[in-house]
């Protein structure tokens, strides 16, 4: 891997230190104002509780108490009649800096956009809690409770999508206590999460207007059951959770390149020579697949057409690698390219260019090769994007954004996606070809599920973010994914962290941060389908329910 110094952490220091003198003159104009005196200390707190109960730091438990300062810094508000509302912005300022700085390192215009715009997201449901409180108190944390599970939802499932703060995602430090995510998925670690920090908020109350243990009893008795018994029926379904299915080795490589300076850089027949060789070390002839990561080629060598995959000789020379390794089927990422018939010529993600008669588009893809005669391989072209870098967010509706998108080092086209989820078959076993920032979307990857995958492939390239947090998060949010669909999930990165996870989330063998090698490891290929594989996000449609009421019945008392 390339030696050329990155940003490492220094974005956070950067970002925490030009932040926080914004934040100290602000604070410094509201000193005169009644109440004020520890706003700023206490969002501090809040921020840090939060970002502490994320990976990889893994105070998970504190995440039960990270929204109590800013509770308690409105109940003062509220006495003192002030406004509470940029405290509560500087609280998840800091919370996303904490957790989220990293981003920088892949481009420092979308670190900065991501984390402000993202706090700023997270400040709608906190002022819909407000709308409602000022009329319904007793309603206020239970309101903000449904607003935020709505607004989770919405940051899971439009173009702006930046949901890795989802407060269910800290949960993955700790799955032993949230085996239920195969019921309720990421959402019930949300709620859970929100239930016990408006219990804790409602003890401190009462133990500030001094009740006596008697008349906190009820409270006491809500924070005791909300704590025990969720983990209590986390351990019972551990227990009898049996993952049944066919049994099949899997060969993993992470070869390595540091994709800022090197990844590109490289000729690809070198790359495809990394690969095999790394590959070597492991295979046997009990090898079911063998799992490159994300885009191995098609950035230098230009992208692979994917009507004639077969016919490039980078393919070919992958299919003389599996001929000559006991006909092991090869799963990996490329990039690819379409070109547009009469009939495709009105497709959102059409390009031009010189170099092309046609117009075309550009993808992220998975392919599984197994043997040269194939004629129709299969290809599935990533569909969850990143915003910024890899999708124009409502092109139409934002035209003038797009020389912003431009310097976020995206194209107004973006990259070609498509409606279903492919499944890739081999042997009797099906596998859910995720790419990369798919794998943070439950809900998303349902369609592989139902679509018959029994384990999940994730082909990723963390290594953009340098040895930061970044590539830890990314990794143990996959244990979610296991959890909720109780399969097996096997990660090759570029370089990260390329690893087996088995269905109750718990990490098997591992390559780190900065490593050329491979892994290999049997698991089990299961057909069952989870509760949550059938249902999806019940939970975030019941939330929804809950904020309409919540404004309905806000409404009328306005009117009425």
């Known amino acids: 891997m390339s030696q050329l110094r990155l940003w490492g952490h220094w974005p956070l220091f950067l970002f925490l230190s030009g932040w926080c003198a914004v934040a100290i003159f602000l604070d410094y104009l509201y000193a005169g104002i009644p109440g004020r005196k520890y706003f700023l200390l206490l969002s501090g707190l809040s921020a840090l509780l939060l970002g502490l109960s994320f990976p990889p730091f893994g105070f998970t438990p504190l995440i039960f108490f990270g929204f109590v300062p800013l509770f308690y810094i409105q109940e003062i508000a509220d006495r003192n009649k002030t406004s509470e509302l940029f405290y509560v912005y500087n609280a998840f300022v800091l919370w996303n800096i904490f957790d989220t700085y990293w981003v ?9 956009v991501a984390i402000w715009l993202n706090s700023f997201f997270m400040l ?12 319904i108190p007793s309603l206020r944390w239970w309101s903000f409770a449904s607003f935020w599970v709505v607004f989770e939802w919405i940051h899971h499932n439009w173009e702006i999508s930046w949901p890795w703060l989802t407060l269910g995602n800290a949960w993955s430090s700790l799955t032993s206590w949230i085996q239920w995510y195969e019921y309720t998925g990421v959402f019930g670690g949300t709620l859970w999460t929100l239930i016990m920090n408006i219990l804790f908020f409602q003890f401190i109350l009462n133990l500030k207007k001094q009740l006596s243990i008697r008349k906190n009893s009820r409270t006491i008795t809500l924070i005791l059951c909300f704590l025990i018994f969720p983990v209590l029926i986390s351990i019972l379904i551990d227990r009898n959770f049996l993952a049944e ?26 790359q495809i020579t990394r690969l095999g060789r790394l590959a070597e070390i492991n295979l046997t002839k009990d090898t079911r697949f063998i799992l490159f990561p994300e885009t191995c080629i098609g950035d230098i060598g230009g992208p692979v057409n994917s009507a004639r995959v077969q016919d490039d000789n980078r393919i070919i020379t992958f299919y003389d690698f599996i001929e000559s390794h006991f006909n092991i089927p090869i799963v990996m990422g490329l990039t690819t390219i379409k070109f547009l018939r009469d009939g495709e010529l009105d497709s959102p993600f059409k390009r031009t260019n010189q170099a092309f008669k046609e117009p075309y588009e550009i993808a992220n893809s998975a392919v599984i090769l197994k043997n ?19 999708i124009f967010p409502y092109r139409r509706l934002l035209p003038f954004l797009s020389p912003l998108v431009d310097k976020l080092g995206g194209t107004v086209a973006g990259l070609a996606t498509q409606k279903e989820r492919t499944v890739f078959e081999a ?50 949010f996959s244990k979610l994914r296991a959890i909720e669909f109780r399969k097996p999930v096997i990660r090759s990165a570029n370089t990260g962290i390329s690893c087996f996870i088995d269905a109750r989330g718990n990490l098997g063998k591992s390559l780190g941060y900065n490593v050329h090698s491979s892994i290999n490891q049997g698991v089990t290929f299961s057909p069952y389908l989870s509760f949550y594989a059938k249902f999806g996000d019940l939970l975030a449609y019941l939330a929804l329910l809950f904020a309409t009421f919540f404004v309905i019945l806000r409404l009328f008392r306005y009117f009425f």
């Open 124 to 135: 709608v449901p906190w002022i819909g809690a407000q709308w409602v409180g000022r009329k």
């Open 104 to 112: 920088a390192n892949a481009a420092l215009l979308p670190g900065i």
């Open 372 to 390: 040269r005669l194939e004629k129709n391989i299969p290809v599935y072209n990533k569909s969850r994007l990143v915003p910024g870098a890899e």
């Open 427 to 476: 042997g009797n076993l099906v596998i859910a070809p995720v790419i990369c920032y798919e794998s943070i979307y439950g809900n998303y990857m349902r369609g592989y599920i139902k679509n018959g995958a029994q384990a999940i492939f994730i082909m990723t390239n963390d290594g953009w973010w340098d040895d930061t947090p970044g590539y830890k998060q990314h990794m143990a």
């Open 245 to 270: 299915g066919k049994y099949g080795e899997i060969c993993v490589v992470q070869p390595n390149y540091e994709p800022h300076y090197e990844k590109f850089a490289v000729p690809e027949m070198e």
